[in-house]
Structures are given as C-alpha cells and as structure tokens.
C-alpha cells in the first residue's frame, strides 16, 4: 500500500536532486532506488562529487568529520534536515512533517529507532550520530518482520548496543532473522572480546580467532560475555534456548541436544568443536566424518585408505556430463566407473550416488530441467545397478539466492519428482546444496534427506542458516588420505545416519546394441513422452500446431521402429538420438508450415528455382541433406551415391522433396545428419569440431552436442537442446527396458 508521508518523500528527492540522480519512482513505496537516491542526496550536501548508490567509507569518514552528531544545533540545511526526515518516513518512524528542521518529533523519532536498535545505552538521547544515519538508510528493519523471533532480535539488538562504537563493525539488522549480516557480526563479537584490535578483527573464521576460542569452553556455572556470545550462537542456530548470560542447566540441555544433532561428541559443554558449529558452516574440520565423497575411482588401495581414515559411505556421481578437451580439466573418474560398486561392497563400504549436470547458475534451474535431471538419473542408476529404495542426491551447486529457489529450485525439484513417480519412485530424492536449498526443498515435500555443501562457507545459502533439520551427510572440508596407491583426495562429510548408502548392487547393465521395442511399452512411452512435452508448454492435442502428440509418437516411433532400430545398429547411433529429433520437428509442423512446402514444389516446377526451407516429419532443409548426402557417399555411410552440387536447384530439390515425400527417407536421413554433425560438418555452415566416432556409450554433453546441432548453430539451437535432452532421456527409458530385457 502506497505511503503519503513516502510519497512526498520521494517528491521532495525528485523536485530538488532529480537532475543530479535521476528520477524516482512516486510510487509511496520503500525500496532500494528511494534509499540510494536518499544517499546520494545526503553525498550531495556533503560536498562529495564521486555520487554512490552505497554509504560506504567516504560517507561515512566525511559524515563523522562535518557532523559528528547531527541535532538541532548542527543540521546545517533545510535541504538536509528534510533528507533525515524523509529518510525517518521511509523507515517507517515519524519524521516530524518536512520543514527541514530537527524538531521534537524527529527527535523522537531518532531516539525511537535506536532504541530498536538496541544502541539506545551506548549513544543515548537523540543525535543522529553516522552510523545510526548509514543503518537509517538500509532496507534493514529493527523491529520483527516475517515471522522473526523476539529471542533473535534480543541478541541482534545486544551486538548492536555492544559493539556499533567499534571501528569495522556496523549495525545489523533486528528483524528476528538470522542472516549473513548477522552471522559475519557474531565473528565480530567474538574477536573483540579476544582482545583484537580495529583492524585485525575482521569477522573471518581464522587461526586467530579459532586458537582464541579453544582457551573459551563454557559449561554450566559459567556466567558472563562468553556465555551470552555462546547462548546467542545457540538462539541464531535455532536452538530453544534463553539469550542469557548464565550456563545454566537448561542451556547445558539444549547443548547436549545441539551436539546430538550435529553429530558433535555430546558432552553439554561450549568446546571448541561446538563453538566452530555454531560459528561457521563447516564447523571444526579436524573432525573426522563417516562419509565421503570425490571425483576419484575406489580401487582396492584406496578403499583400504578409507577405511583407515573411518570412513564407511562413500558418495559417487551416477554420470560425468561434460567432455573436457583441456586434459589439465579433464575428471574422467568422476562417474562411477567399471567395476567399481564391486569394489567398493567388496571392501565393506557403502555408496550413495550424486546427480549433477550443468547447473552452476538459477538460470539451468527449471520444472523442465528437473524431469530431465529426474529421468537421467533414473536412467544412470539403473545402468550402475543401484536397487530400488536408494537415494539420489540432485545437486544444486551455486549460491542460490532466496529469490532463486523460490522461482527455480523448487520448481526443479517438483519436476525431478514428478519424473520420479513417473518411473514408480524406485528411487528417493535428496538434495545437494546449500543448508537453505536443503531446507526449503526439504519442506516443499520434494526431498527426503539433505547433503549440505557446507564446506562452501561463503554461500548466502549458509551464511546465517541453521543445519537442516533432515541432514544425512555434511561437508566440511577436503583433505588428502591415503598413500601410495591407496593416495585420494576426498571431500569428508559427517555422517548423521539418515542415509546409509548401498553396499549391495545389481549387476551393471552392459551397454548393448538397441533392439525393437517390446510393445508392453509402447503405451507408457506414448504417455511419458506427452507429459514431458506438456511441461514444456506443447498439448497433447498439438494446440496451434499441426499434428496432434499421438500422431507424431506413432509416425516417428512406433511405425517405423524396424527402421530406427536398423539405422541404430548400422550407424553405431543410439534409437533414442533418431526418435527425439523427428519427433521433436514433427511436433513443431504447423500450418504455415505446409503452405511454405507448396509454395516451393510449385516455384520449383513453374520456374526451376529451389527456395529452400526445413520440410518433411524432420523439417529437414535442402543443403542439410545434401551435406550429409555427400558426407555419406565419401566416409561410405552409403553405398552407390555420387557426390552432388550445392549450388545446383535440381540437386537441392531433389534432395529436399526425397524427404518431403517419404517418412523412411526423413527418418534415414535424420541419422546421415547426425552422422555429418558428429564428424564436424564438413563442407557445411557450422565450424563444430569433429566428435569422437558414434559410439553407445556417449555422455550427457555428447548428446546435447549430437542433438544441439542437428538444429543449427545459433544461440536458440543452443536452448532448445536441453529441452530435447529431456525428451532424449524419456525416449532412451523406454529402449534401454526393452534392450535389457
């Protein structure tokens, strides 16, 4: 709801500093643009010429050195006493009207916001000094908002009230929340009070701060700063206990159920290890855990190296999506590799299995891309040997932003189980990421246990957060064990538990030729393959398009299957790679589609002229298939053919009405196409390197790469193949059933 008060405010920025800052919104809103333009405002009438959406050291140094304190005596301008009282009214307190004076409501009204501050004992009355003037322009609330706690608030008004005159440290918020801000100023708090001065404290979890800490255990009949900094660490934990400043019984309870939670050795004490949890994501990394996980196969040596190091679950990834051409980059035994889930039940060790593509940002996070990652996973699991029951752990590996789960993670993560329960829910779904990812995927319903990234400290995702309550495996630091051939860097987890991995597995599904598929499965296909297409906005009754989903399933899977499967094995091609590019092109026929087709057959035979354009159940062009024509003649993919003219009509056109005529030619030529691409297109439009020779077994990025360009090079091919990715993986389900069988 719109603000008068706010509303004036921004009248006032716009009519007086507009032409030096730019015009706001007169919305009667508080947000980000009014507060920047309120600081440049205030950088206006300090004389500083460099303007800054931030209030940062130069504002603040030049503030402290005019205006130590500013009041009624030392507001020197109407233009500057309306800035603090526009500032007041955007910040939700009285400003006293817009006269440009201190007067005795913004008095008030000063005095008000440092009392919820929590600064009202260490600068009483009711000056403006700058620190308080930087907190007043910040989006920051010093009253509860959302949902905060009364018991988070005390202690971020207790930081505020002890700490705000010290040089580095500057006020935080008192919303109830814990937060980043927060946390960074708990470090703070706690290097003061070791003695360190301005400019050695530096909110950082350091060897200074972490030797300091070790000569501060805290236990019951402790009383005084430690045990406040301690119960405070214990209140933005989310533990249920009092702020207070004396370790009592009740608080030596809370800590030994902490303890338990964390996995820490349950003693009801604040020892070093509890302190480091209650600090800092990853806590004390001297510790020891249980699991595991890494990039490196597990021989028999290193399987002994572990089980020297304690370690008993093993976390491996079902696949490795990339192809790294820079050999110093390269992981080739990131995935599970041959042989390898043997050895590791061999030698009594259990495995869980990680899934994770290519998402290092929000923008591969989508509800299509989880029933991808869903099916994919599926698909990997299966071919490793791992039974039903187990639990998938789907990476979310980036600092996801509270706005990025809500609008991409979690949509992600229904399609993964939605994709799940497509397939039966043979497997569980976990999650991956930071402790905030974990948590909201976690109460969204869509995973059963989390694995918290915990090692990367620094993510706003775990800075401030609690452990999930759901953990099952925590990482907190990578480290090297082993020697010899049994030497393996390993990312080491403490173990809660809640997960336990396999230590039994089905044999390993060989990676075999494609067979035709087993009509039992010709329903559930038709039916998977609509559901994956209307997440991507396609109805089954094809909309605006020409062919309906049943039309085109049964054209470019089911009718021609004794052909698919015989390209398959003549070419070395998976089924799946042939399916999903005609089906996909079929599905995207529309009308205007067939009126450009005659248009070109009758130019063609009125005029001789060729107009070339994508046509036939592949939308498939002219020079495409004479490329891939020729390139088959020369690498003897055909037999009998003659190379042919790219710049002659009849050539192109006969090339192009061959496939507009017959759906076995389309569909033969759809695997001589993805032969061209794989060998680099030559004498084509598209400068791709050649790829490794057409084999069963390519990984993710071959695929993308194989379907990516059957499209085209542009920028849109690029999108559109991680939509076709999803496709190809619901396709390959079907035909891997039907060839394991």
């Known amino acids: 709801m719109a603000d008068e008060m706010v509303m004036r405010a921004q009248r006032f920025l716009n009519t007086v500093y507009g032409s030096r800052i730019g015009i706001i919104d007169e919305d009667g809103r508080t947000g980000w643009p009014t507060m920047f333009a309120l600081t440049k405002a205030l950088q206006i009438e300090l004389g500083i010429t460099a303007l800054s959406n931030t209030f940062g050291p130069t504002t603040l140094s030049t503030l402290a050195t005019k205006y130590p304190a500013l009041n009624a005596s030392t507001v020197p301008s109407g233009n500057f006493g309306q800035i603090i009282q526009s500032a007041l009214y955007c910040k939700g307190y009285d ?160 800590v030994r159920d902490f303890q338990s939670f964390a996995a820490l050795p349950v003693s009801g004490t604040g020892d070093f290890s509890t302190w480091a949890s209650l600090l800092v994501s990853y806590g004390d990394q001297a510790r020891k855990g249980a699991a595991c996980d890494g990039v490196t196969r597990i021989t028999p040596a290193r399987a002994a190296a572990l089980k020297a190091e304690g370690i008993t679950y093993v976390g491996r990834y079902l696949t490795n999506p990339l192809v790294v051409k820079d050999p110093t980059k390269d992981l080739p035994e990131k995935a599970i590799q041959e042989g390898e889930l043997a050895t590791i039940a061999a030698n009594g060790l259990r495995c869980f299995p990680i899934y994770q593509t290519y998402g290092r940002d929000a923008s591969n996070f989508t509800y299509t891309a989880g029933r991808t990652a869903g099916q994919a996973a599926v698909n990997a699991a299966l071919d490793h040997g791992f039974k039903a029951g187990t639990r998938i752990f789907f990476a979310v590996d980036f600092d996801a932003m509270d706005s990025d789960i809500t609008s991409n993670v ?58 999930p309550a759901d953990w099952a495996y925590d990482q907190i630091v990578t480290r090297t064990v082993g020697s010899g051939a049994g030497s393996i860097e390993i990312d080491n987890n403490i173990a809660s538990g809640r997960d336990t991995g396999q230590n039994s597995f089905d044999p390993p599904r060989p990676v075999k030729a494609d067979v035709r598929l087993d009509m039992t499965v010709w329903s559930a296909m038709q039916t998977d393959v609509g559901k994956y297409m209307e997440s991507l906005g396609y109805p089954n009754d094809g909309g605006m398009r020409s062919y309906q989903h049943w039309k085109c399933f049964q054209t470019t899977v089911i009718e021609h299957d004794e052909l698919i499967t015989e390209l398959s094995n003549r070419y070395n091609l998976r089924k799946a790679l042939i399916q999903t590019s005609a089906y996909w092109e079929m599905r995207h026929i529309a009308p205007d589609d067939l009126l450009a087709w005659d248009a070109v057959i009758l130019a063609f035979n009125t005029t001789g002229h060729f107009e070339d354009t994508s046509a036939g159940i592949a939308k498939q062009r002219g020079l495409t298939l004479l490329g891939a024509h020729n390139n088959a003649v020369r690498k003897g993919y055909i037999t009998g053919g003659s190379i042919l003219d790219k710049t002659n009509d009849e050539h192109l056109y006969n090339c192009w009405k061959a496939s507009y005529d017959s759906e076995t030619t389309a569909l033969t030529n759809v695997a001589l196409i993805d032969l061209w691409d794989i060998d680099g297109k030559p004498e084509g439009d598209d400068d791709s390197p050649a790829m490794r020779s057409p084999r069963l077994d390519y990984v993710d990025s071959e695929i993308y790469d194989v379907l990516r360009r059957y499209q085209g090079p542009g920028n849109e091919a690029y999108k559109e193949a991680k939509k076709r990715m999803g496709l190809y993986y619901v396709m390959e389900k079907y035909n891997s059933i039907s060839r394991n069988r």
């Not at 600064?119 to 908002?145: H, Q």
């Not at 397939?423 to 918290?452: E, K, L, M, W």
Request: proline residues 4%; neutral net charge; contains cysteine.
């Open 95 to 254: 400003g006293g009207g817009f006269d440009g004076t201190y007067n005795a409501r913004v008095q008030a009204g000063v005095a008000r916001l440092k009392l919820d501050m929590g600064v009202d004992g260490l600068m009483p009355g009711s000056d403006l000094t700058p620190k308080v003037f930087k907190a007043l322009l910040t989006m920051d609330a010093y009253v509860t908002v959302n949902s905060g706690t009364q018991e988070i608030r005390a202690v971020q008004r207790w930081l505020n009230g002890r700490y705000l005159n010290r040089r580095d440290f500057y006020a935080i918020p008192c919303d109830g929340h814990n937060s980043r801000d927060v946390a960074k100023a708990m470090l703070f708090a706690v290097q003061f009070e070791l003695g360190m001065a301005d400019g050695t404290a530096n909110g950082v979890f350091g060897p200074g701060t972490q030797a300091g800490i070790k000569s501060h255990t805290v236990s019951q009949g402790s009383q005084g700063t430690w045990v406040e900094l301690f119960s405070a660490g214990m209140v933005l934990n989310s533990r249920p206990n009092a702020f207070t400043s004396s370790f009592d019984s009740a608080l030596a309870g809370a």
């Open 410 to 467: 979690l949509p992600h993560f229904k399609g993964i189980q939605d994709a799940m329960a497509d397939d039966g829910n043979r497997y569980q779904i976990g999650v991956y990421g930071p402790r905030n990812v974990c948590t909201r995927v976690s109460q969204a319903g869509h995973s059963t246990a989390s694995f918290v990234s915990d090692m990367s400290s620094g993510f706003s995702g775990n800075y401030g957060y609690p452990l």
